[in-house]
């Protein structure tokens, strides 16, 4: 679904990636960890648009992607979370979920001067929409709360929420669980594989290597902006470029 080729990033004298290539399949959960500083983030900004590569190919259901902006890679069906949450912190929770479905809906300005009919359904449709995403994170209870005011872990979950209302075919995570205390991560991690049941495709940057062991199907692991290891969660558990590349090299 996703395909990786040759992708590197500089920033003047700064290589922040370097040839990486990779490969997420549909409908599958694949984990990208690394220490920090090791290009994670610089990655999916690539993905997602925010940032382009050097050089290299990115490509989505077999269309080039590495320099096209984010709006067309949200229709092209790519959402994202951030590893800082990003969402309106005045705005209600429902308006959040809301505002992620702008892109769904195809009710002209003049549908809403008028209220028009289509705009009526089209707005209870999307509403409907939200208040079922609402319910699937635990949120309903908090529908008219601002998203500012909600408890860390609760911002978490709505971020995912609002991604999804996108109406996504691959979701990239950065981060999700940050901040997060070990119930909240297991309870995360089980919307992470809902997600792959219900035929999305996920890419997840992650530290807590429990949600990977939880949620990955595979692991790519990324260190000074290169790919040094690909392989099941298990493989890359015991791989010892990992473990070097996590703890440093015994001089003994």
Do not use: W
């Amino acid at each position: 679904m996703l395909e990786l080729n040759h992708v590197s990033r500089h920033f003047g004298g700064l290589q922040a990636l370097h040839n990486v290539n990779m490969t997420v399949p549909e409908n599958k959960v694949v984990g990208l960890i690394g220490p920090n500083g090791a290009g994670k983030t610089t990655l999916i900004n690539n993905i997602s648009g925010l940032d382009h590569p050097t050089s290299g190919t990115i490509s989505f259901i077999d269309q080039r992607i590495d320099t096209a902006p984010p709006h067309r890679i949200t229709q092209l069906g790519i959402a994202r979370t951030y590893q800082n949450i990003r969402l309106f912190g005045e705005m209600s929770v429902l308006e959040n979920l809301l505002i992620g479905q702008h892109g769904r809906g195809s009710a002209t300005m003049f549908d809403a001067l008028v209220f028009s009919s289509r705009y009526r359904r089209e707005e209870r449709t999307l509403r409907d929409n939200a208040e079922q995403l609402l319910e699937r994170f635990n949120l309903t209870a908090m529908m008219h709360a601002k998203a500012g005011n909600l408890p860390y872990g609760d911002q978490r979950r709505l971020e995912m929420a609002r991604a999804l209302a996108t109406d996504p075919k691959l979701i990239l995570l950065d981060e999700p669980t940050a901040g997060m205390n070990p119930i909240e991560t297991e309870e995360l991690g089980e919307q992470i594989v809902r997600l792959r049941e219900d035929g999305l495709t996920v890419l997840v940057i992650e530290h807590d290597m429990s949600l990977i062991h939880q949620t990955c199907d595979e692991v790519y692991v990324l260190n000074f902006g290169q790919i040094i290891a690909h392989g099941t969660p298990d493989e890359i558990k015991h791989n010892p470029a990992v473990i070097e590349a996590y703890l440093g090299e015994d001089d003994e």
